[in-house]
């Protein structure tokens, strides 16, 4: 008999899972995908209806419904639907076993892929980069591993975890070699906060929808891989050295999250970054529950250190922080880069955006209440860009201290002075090259 499946996600896993273990498997029929509620806050109530029968494939010829997640008790009574699948990422442990609640409660089974399942396979060496949980500073290292490779002679992939909010057909397979490349795409600023750093250290960069062809194309065109896993989420592709990082900050998140903890636990190495804005107690715990979790692993440690490009117009000023999307809201931060660097630098006073913020950023502002003075640079639409803009002038800051790794001032036109944040990972005992030695065999 046919097994009925529905996958819960939120663009990315969910599609990558369907491609790799369900499509052109007879024996499965998968009715529908969900849509997380609030995972990728800006898209609209439609979002993408279907996922396409030119990705579906054969016995698909309509493409897959994507329907909301609150629908999902009734989906899986109208659709006689044997097993829900769980494909989306930085979760709690126990929102993970809330839906397989529902699931169960709605007659279904409930489960997740594991790596030897979706994990592709290519013919170079691949450098993974993943975390415990969202803005750890994985992409830092990532920097760090590409250039590296580069002044190696290597020639350097970075593929990114999906972000695809466009025309999925379209938006297959996706290489970015500049920023015409970026702005050609109108990829989100989300997706310019993964990608731009690593454009302009001369890196292509690859994502897309179906990673078996990403994956294949990155492979034929570069000698090395690495994986920027975006979300924590596990790597795509199967790596030969494993690098997983962990956030003193929040040290209670270490091994609390999907997959956050089975990227701990499958780690080659494990860096513990952000130690200089972290208390002992705080890397001492953090510590004890990466060896709790990993004891084999190889443990190093690191600061994430910031700068900025004009320290003289954050002194004595009041400022209006941007910070990095995703490490806000998926990651559940108070607080990212530009605040730490707005402290560093002498700003009077950090203001709050909330009283002035329109549209979606007040809806954003509202649905994040643990945000501490700082405004996320978030931008899935045209129209949530301009209502970025409209917060930013109406907030009427001395300066915009920009934490997000999107250079905010090809994004909006505002008033205020932006000065650009940035941040680099410094490695307390070992060099870039000394880790992918230790760990890889290049």
């Known amino acids: 008999m046919t097994e009925r499946v529905v996958i819960m996600g939120a663009a990315g896993r969910d599609f990558h899972d369907f491609n790799t273990v369900f499509r052109g498997d007879d024996a499965v029929e998968v009715v529908a995908f969900t849509r997380a509620p609030g995972q990728n806050l800006g898209e609209t109530d439609e979002g993408h209806e279907r996922y396409p029968p030119e990705l579906a494939g054969p016995g698909y010829p309509d493409g897959i419904p ?3 997640e609150a629908d999902l008790e009734a989906i899986v009574r109208e659709e006689d639907v044997d097993t829900v699948c769980f494909s989306y990422s930085d979760v709690s442990h126990e929102h993970v076993m809330h839906a397989a609640a529902r699931a169960l409660a709605a007659g279904a089974g409930f489960r997740l892929v594991g790596p030897k399942e979706m ?3 290519v013919d170079v060496p691949v450098v993974a980069v993943d975390a415990v949980r969202t803005g750890c500073g994985k992409s830092q290292l990532s920097r760090a591993f590409a250039d590296e490779l580069g002044s190696r002679g290597r020639s350097v992939a970075v593929v990114r975890e999906p ?3 466009g025309d999925l057909a379209a938006d297959r397979v996706q290489r970015f070699d500049s920023m015409a490349d970026l702005d050609a795409a109108g990829v989100t600023v989300e997706a310019r906060e993964e990608y731009e750093q690593h454009i302009e250290r001369g890196h292509t960069v690859y994502a897309g929808v179906d990673y078996g062809a990403v994956l294949a194309r990155a492979s034929d065109e570069h000698d090395v891989v690495v994986w920027d896993g975006g979300n924590n989420e596990l ?4 790596p030969d050295a494993h690098f997983v990082l962990a956030d003193p900050l929040r040290p209670e998140d270490t091994d609390t999250y999907h997959p956050g903890e089975a990227n701990l636990r499958a780690a080659d190495a ?5 130690e200089d804005a972290a208390t002992d107690d705080q890397i001492a715990e953090t510590v004890s529950r990466v060896r709790d979790a990993n004891p084999d692993a190889a443990l190093y440690h690191a600061d994430s250190v910031v700068t900025v490009d004009d320290p003289d117009l954050v002194r004595d000023a009041s400022v209006l922080v941007v910070e990095d999307g995703p490490t806000l809201t998926h990651g559940d931060a108070e607080y990212g880069a530009g605040a730490v660097a707005a402290d560093e630098y002498g700003a009077v006073e950090r203001l709050d955006p909330r009283d002035a913020a329109v549209g979606s950023i007040a ?3 509202e649905t994040y209440d643990h945000l501490d003075r700082v405004l996320p640079a978030m931008g899935y639409s045209d129209a949530q860009r301009a209502d970025l803009e409209a917060t930013i002038d109406a907030v009427d800051p001395d300066a915009v201290v920009a934490g997000t790794p999107v250079d905010l001032s090809r994004l909006v036109d505002v008033d205020a002075p932006i000065v650009d944040v940035s941040y680099r990972i410094e490695l307390h005992d070992a060099t870039p090259g000394g880790l992918l030695d230790a760990h890889l065999d290049l």
Request: hydrophobic content about 50%.
């Open 163 to 165: 972000m695809p909010y």
């Open 119 to 121: 994990q592709v396979s």
């Open 363 to 365: 809806n954003i502002l």
């Open 66 to 68: 994507i329907r909301p």
């Open 270 to 274: 494990v860096v513990v970054n952000k």
């Open 235 to 238: 790597p795509f592709v199967r």
